[in-house]
């Protein structure tokens, strides 16, 4: 930029502070700054070293790393593909149970519920988001575990065995105990971003749909849907990025198995789970790099994910939605 | 003119921010390094499996010299991390160092210190006598081959056992363990499919079964779920009142862990190799009553250390005043065996500053 053109430095085009250097302004402005540069710089730094020491795995097993199935840490061969479908299962299963509890508590909590029942609802379910994983680890394989495999997965064995999904036997730790449990975790996310994006539906377009005669099941689905509908998609995904990543809980209660199996009775085990249960006992520097691959390929997951939400929300502003 | 300034007064003063927040960070860091406290203190980070002994033993050691010790059961992999970063003063493990792991260690010795012994555990209902295995049949349940509690082969061990017609559900460690370790030593010594198809270490790549994270996490699940084989370490075991199977040793006698059984494997050992490194599973048939998962337990310390003299006096302790029953017999710990104490002692004197 120019200083021989002096609009170029006045992107307001408006009213322009006076010329008279201001320190408080430009510190706060530097501190804020600052703030927003580490962020960068801090996501960058950890990509960079991730990818850096997990480039051994890749080197030694080749690309073929993300899709090799063998994990044996006495013979040194490490491969990715049972913990990445396990990532990826158990994630999509969390999603798909817990985002539309989570729309419908939301949706309960803006529209429906009489106002005095409103505050404490919303404070509970954001309560779950506050109980550490560890704990809720805990509660997954000392609560969760003898009452899936007493009760729920013999009942689900029974009634819906012919689809594949419910065809082994029950077992206390297991995927279904990790679906379980990350669509506890996933809840409360997706609830308080869905809540907050409703709340701020205008009141016109209600007074508009409640003087048109809507139900209020028309009201949603006609009004707050549509207008809400690409936030609540990005809430989905962040919600995603949290079941995705999820580490401690899983590892207590998935079982760490190999291999991959249709049942979700069956132990399995996921790439952040594998590098909770092992980072601390590895035998060997190629497991230390083998495990850091499995945290880069989580990485890039995770990333695509958040991405694919501000992608969402983008489009949807341009479009004027939100 | 005016943006110019401007600007590089921002730069200038975005620069004095950066600098003070980079000095916080690396006087952070340094400050952490020499935190390491005063010579009248030990602290140690390692196996969970020598914890309650070592718990015993701090109380009594500063009664006697002074010397605080602080030690941390992080478990084995994450003891011998922090004594390779030397955030500790020593550290802790039940599998002796791999290869990588000594390499990376870069200067640390490895001294047995203390003997205890892995117990298989298991949960069948209705049972009206203890379980006897046998090592193959061990091995064989652990790759998936035996798969039912009245499989022929384990009836055969069980004669008047009322053996049930019900799965079995293997359990094994899923996070790093020296328990792990000690239990596949037993499998891939008697057993050669299992240390050519799996073999030996604190992870490995489990044939079958499902994985509990720590000693808590198996006995948790072997505990709560019925048709259940897994394996603790024995005073574990035992403080949770899991059932324990009694395993045959080479002199063929069945044996269950016990202050008597893991004395008669560790004497076994007449000769000590110069890593230290020791492996007493399936002994020799001359103890007729030995244990055949017994194992040592290790110590890590660097041999180039600022609190050598500190250090060497409580190692010595530990192996000698440290072995009396008063401390290890309830924990059905066994005092380590003499060439042991020999190799030990003569390892501690590597340790200097």
């Known amino acids: ?322 | 003119m005016d943006t110019n300034h401007f600007v590089g007064r921002r730069i200038a003063l975005a620069m004095v921010a950066l600098a003070a927040v980079l000095f916080a960070v690396f006087a952070g860091v340094a400050s952490a390094k020499n935190a390491k406290g005063s010579d009248d203190r030990l602290s140690g980070a390692g196996a969970t499996f020598v914890f309650p002994l070592v718990s015993t033993w701090i109380p009594a050691y500063q009664q006697a010299t002074g010397t605080q010790v602080a030690y941390a059961s992080v478990g084995s992999g994450a003891g011998i991390a922090q004594i390779t970063a030397r955030t500790v003063d020593f550290g802790a493990s039940d599998a002796p160092l791999s290869p990588d792991q000594a390499a990376a260690c870069n200067g640390c010795l490895q001294i047995p210190w203390a003997l205890s012994a892995t117990a298989v555990t298991y949960h069948v209902s209705g049972l009206n006598k203890q379980l006897k295995l046998i090592g193959p049949v061990v091995a064989s349940i652990y790759l998936g081959k035996i798969t039912k509690w009245n499989d022929p082969a384990i009836k055969k061990l069980n004669p008047g056992l009322n053996l049930p017609d019900k799965s079995i559900t293997v359990v094994h460690r899923s996070d790093g363990s020296g328990t792990t370790y000690n239990f596949v030593d037993y499998l891939s010594s008697v057993s050669p499919e299992w240390s050519s198809k799996v073999g030996r270490g604190v992870s490995v790549n489990w044939p079958t079964g499902e994985g509990g994270k720590g000693n808590a996490g198996v006995a948790n699940i072997v505990l709560s779920t019925d048709g259940t084989i897994g394996y603790n370490e024995i005073s574990y075991a035992l403080a949770n009142k899991i059932n324990v199977a009694a395993l045959q040793n080479k002199a063929g006698m069945f044996t269950t862990p016990g202050i008597r059984a893991i004395t008669a494997a560790a004497s076994t050992v007449k000769r000590v190799p110069a890593s230290n490194e020791m492996h007493i599973v399936n002994p020799p048939a001359s103890q007729k009553s030995a244990y055949p998962i017994s194992s040592f337990t290790y110590i890590i310390i660097p041999k180039k250390t600022g609190k050598a003299a500190t250090l060497r006096k409580f190692v010595f302790w530990a192996l000698t005043e440290g072995q009396k029953p008063q401390y290890t017999q309830k924990l059905l710990f066994v005092p380590i065996p003499k060439p042991v104490l020999v190799a030990a002692e003569k390892t501690l004197k590597q340790v200097g500053s």
Do not use: C
């Open chain 1, 1 to 322: 930029m120019s200083a021989a053109d002096p609009t170029a430095t006045s992107n307001t085009g408006g009213l322009k502070r006076g010329l008279r250097w201001r320190p408080g302004d430009t510190l706060f402005r530097s501190v804020t700054g600052l703030a927003a540069l580490a962020s960068g710089v801090l996501i960058l730094g950890i990509a960079y070293t991730v990818f850096r020491d997990a480039w051994p795995a890749f080197h030694t097993f080749g690309f073929g790393f993300i899709g090799h199935a063998v994990w044996d840490p006495v013979r040194n061969v490490f491969g990715a593909r049972d913990f990445l479908v396990g990532t990826l299962i158990s994630s999509f299963f969390a999603i798909v149970l817990g985002a539309p509890i989570a729309i419908a508590i939301a949706l309960y909590l803006t529209e429906i519920a009489p106002r005095y029942l409103r505050g404490p609802i919303a404070m509970l379910v954001e309560l779950i988001a506050s109980i550490p994983s560890v704990v809720l680890g805990l509660w997954g394989l000392l609560v969760l575990g003898p009452i899936l495999d007493k009760h729920i997965e013999p009942w689900l064995h029974d009634h819906l065995g012919f689809i594949p999904l419910f065809g082994g036997s029950p077992s206390q730790v297991g995927m279904l105990n990790a679906i379980v449990i990350l669509t506890i975790m996933v809840v409360p996310i997706i609830t308080s971003i869905t809540r907050d994006l409703l709340v701020r539906i205008p009141g016109e377009l209600r007074d508009g749909a409640l003087a048109l005669g809507l139900t209020d099941w028309e009201t949603i689905r006609g009004v707050v849907i549509p207008y809400a509908g690409p936030g609540i998609a990005a809430a989905t995904i962040l919600g995603l990025g949290r079941a995705l990543g999820e580490a401690i809980a899983v590892a207590q209660v998935i079982g760490s198995s190999t291999g991959i199996h249709v049942s979700l009775f069956h132990a399995a085990d996921t790439l952040a789970g594998r590098i909770a249960n092992e980072y601390f006992g590895a035998a060997s520097k190629l497991q230390l790099d083998s495990l850091i691959g499995l945290g880069a390929i989580l990485l890039v997951i995770t990333l695509l994910a958040n991405l694919g939400a501000q992608v969402i929300v983008l489009r949807a502003e341009r479009r004027g939605v939100l």
